[in-house]
Nanobody, 124 residues
Framework: QVQLAESGGGTVQAGAPLRLSCAAF????????MAWFRQEPGKAREFLAG????????WYADSVRGRFTISRDNAKNTVSLQIDNVEPQDTATYYC?????????????????WGQGTQVTVSS
């Protein structure tokens, strides 16, 4: 079991970069595949990016590929999401998620553990 805690959200100017972090606590966090999702009020949770337990494989939603980068540091038990050139439509609550699994996992129901989320608001 792992616990997840996101940080790095806030209000940011459109066009600026933003880096979100997720700290993982518990038993062997480095064994888990991790992902980032986001959710706007009244909408379904949207997959953004995933990374395998060892960082060797990453996968992205087509809508963010090239602008978002997921990475992890297993020595520090953290996973990050770098967003280049934030846009107003990036405004949402961002969540990290974890699961003991392999493969391209891009559905929210595939993930077992979730953080509380961090709010990102992009001003234009």
């Amino acid at each position: 079991q792992v616990q997840l805690a996101e940080s790095g959200g806030g209000t940011v100017q459109a066009g600026a970069p933003l880096r979100l972090s997720c700290a993982a606590f518990g038993r062997s966090p480095s064994s888990y595949a991790m992902a980032w999702f986001r959710q706007e009020p009244g909408k379904a949770r949207e997959f953004l990016a995933g990374i395998s337990y060892n960082g060797a494989n990453t996968w992205y939603a087509d809508s963010v590929r090239g602008r978002f980068t997921i990475s992890r540091d297993n020595a520090k038990n953290t996973v990050s999401l770098q967003i280049d050139n934030v846009e107003p439509q990036d405004t949402a609550t961002y969540y990290c998620a974890a699961v003991l699994g392999v493969g391209i996992l891009d559905k929210d129901y595939e993930y077992e553990y979730w953080g509380q989320g961090t709010q990102v608001t992009v001003s234009s």
